[in-house]
């Protein structure tokens, strides 16, 4: 076996997703050599930010806005647009790479609308592919353009362990003359939580988090956050304790999946020149600021995942602070193909030599963008008129998690100087939320009013050239980057609208 795996030079790769990141390390990759960073989303929210992991692009140039068909989620201008030059498509066409996918893919692939479960992405040798969106029993998958049915038999169906057997059965059987690449993409701890029935019974004492931020008001921030109730009602905490308790008892069943997988790559002499990517596309929020249960906020619990790394030349046991973000994924692991990611039109930049230490804070990014599009009915929701139209999400005691006006864009700063986060919403006040992360990691105070003018006036400049940006654009100096040159006179004039209303906005 040794001699096989020696006649490809080429490293190896397994990037596995689980959805909606908690607070849980997986088993296997916490006592191995590993990098972990503190990484960021380019959208909270399942199918845009998927789609930047995919493209290396911010949702403004992939263009996928939420998780529905007219939101551009797997739909046929995603599947001609972008589909052909995602990183998985590259890695087989120019880099010689044998390629599976299992799991879910988009919210709406599998759509009638979308081509059906017929459509292979490009990019795939192996595919097995979830139609639409998250299930653990009861789902069909597409397994190389044909519909295989699954039922609710735990032995044959549970479907984070149907992916760890299609895994080691592609690690058993695939080519040893070729390079791989595997994407295993796990339900858990999507809802609905259904965990394996020898760990429903884990974790039983087991609450949420009661940070400082747990079932407080928001009281200086965006309307929507201002709209939660407090406190909560004790049905809505129950609710949210045992949502909590479900990811957990669902994520068990993903460490076994991680084991198996490794191991596996052990008995067969690759685990050495194989690199193993362990990530989320969004975070979850459970009671922070009185919001029961759901992402789609601009707060770290929402747009902060954990990121870990294992795999040749890297250190074991380094926790890095460079800012990384799910646009850099594509990038790297193309670096790490040997494919040159500047014939790419990705926006993100390879971290592969960070995690190998030829790479210091200096020469590294000090910012990256934040962006997502709210999402409202028509119409009212009956069991909540007062909020009246422009709301989702809602639950029984009508605390809305989404409205069309919770569109907002952010810069997320880390550098030795600032910790700094700085957000717009597109609404009728251009509301501004600005929080110095360092001093208050809970994002408890809202200081756009407080905050040096020049400061909000230079944040302000770059969101707007983010917001515009792609590719080697939106690598640029940030502001509190020292190569960083400010000049007023490049304001965008399509944008002097929102500087003039920012200045009366913070007054």
Same mark, same amino acid.
């Given at each position: ?232 009602? @004790?049905?809505? $905490?129950? /609710?949210?304790? +045992? ?5 957990? #008892?669902?994520? =068990?069943? !993903? *460490? ?16 050495? @020149?194989?690199? $193993?990517? /362990?990530?989320? +596309? ?5 009671? #922070?600021?009185? =919001?029961? !249960? *759901? ?213």
């Amino acid at each position: 076996m040794k001699d096989q795996v020696l006649k490809n030079k080429k490293k190896q790769i397994c990037y596995m997703l689980m959805q909606q990141a908690p607070n849980h390390k997986v088993k296997i990759l916490s006592v191995s050599s590993r990098v972990f960073f503190p990484q960021f989303v380019a959208s909270p929210l399942c199918c845009p930010s998927r789609a930047s992991i995919l493209t290396g692009k911010y949702p403004h140039n992939h263009h996928v806005i939420n998780n529905t068909l007219d939101g551009n989620c797997s739909s046929k201008a995603w599947q001609k647009s972008e589909e052909p030059h995602t990183f998985p498509a590259l890695l087989k066409a120019s880099a010689g790479y044998q390629t599976f996918f299992a799991g879910k893919y988009l919210n709406q692939y599998g759509h009638s609308e979308a081509g059906g479960v017929e459509h292979i992405p490009p990019g795939w040798s192996y595919w097995v592919g979830l139609d639409k969106n998250s299930k653990y029993y009861n789902y069909t998958l597409s397994v190389n353009g044909k519909a295989q049915k699954h039922g609710a038999d735990y032995s044959k169906d549970y479907l984070t362990d149907l992916l760890a057997n299609m895994s080691l059965d592609f690690l058993q059987y695939k080519t040893s003359y070729q390079p791989f690449f595997m994407m295993v993409s796990t339900p858990a701890p999507h809802s609905p939580w259904t965990a394996a029935p020898q760990y429903q019974k884990r974790f039983n004492n087991t609450k949420a988090p009661r940070d400082p931020n747990f079932n407080v008001h928001g009281k200086d921030k965006h309307w929507l956050i201002r709209q939660a109730k407090t406190p909560m009602s @004790n049905s809505s $905490i129950r /609710f949210l304790d +045992d949502a909590f308790r479900g990811r957990w #008892q669902t994520l =068990l069943s !993903v *460490d076994d999946l991680v084991e198996k997988i490794v191991k596996r790559l052990e008995v067969r002499g690759e685990l050495n @020149n194989t690199y $193993i990517f /362990f990530t989320s +596309d969004n975070g979850y929020h459970t009671g #922070q600021f009185s =919001l029961p !249960v *759901d992402k789609r906020q601009l707060y770290e619990f929402d747009i902060r995942v954990p990121l870990m790394v294992r795999g040749p030349n890297i250190k074991p046991n380094q926790t890095s602070q460079m800012l990384v973000a799910n646009v850099d994924l594509g990038p790297t692991i193309l670096d790490i193909a040997g494919y040159n990611v500047n014939k790419t039109q990705m926006d993100g930049m390879s971290f592969l030599p960070i995690m190998e230490g030829k790479m210091n804070g200096s020469s590294w990014r000090t910012d990256i963008l934040v962006e997502y599009e709210g999402e409202g009915r028509n119409k009212s929701d009956p069991a909540c008129p007062l909020l009246g139209p422009g709301v989702s999400e809602c639950f029984p005691d009508c605390v809305c998690e989404d409205s069309y006006n919770n569109t907002y864009a952010c810069v997320r700063t880390i550098a030795r100087s600032s910790n700094l986060q700085y957000c717009e919403f597109d609404d009728n006040e251009v509301f501004v939320e600005v929080y110095n992360v360092t001093a208050d990691p809970y994002q408890l105070t809202n200081i756009a009013k407080t905050i040096d003018k020049e400061v909000l006036e230079k944040m302000n400049h770059r969101l707007m050239m983010l917001q515009s940006c792609s590719a080697q654009s939106c690598r640029t100096p940030g502001v509190y980057d020292p190569r960083y040159k400010f000049d007023p006179r490049q304001m965008f004039t399509s944008h002097s609208w929102r500087l003039s209303r920012l200045r009366q906005t913070v007054k």
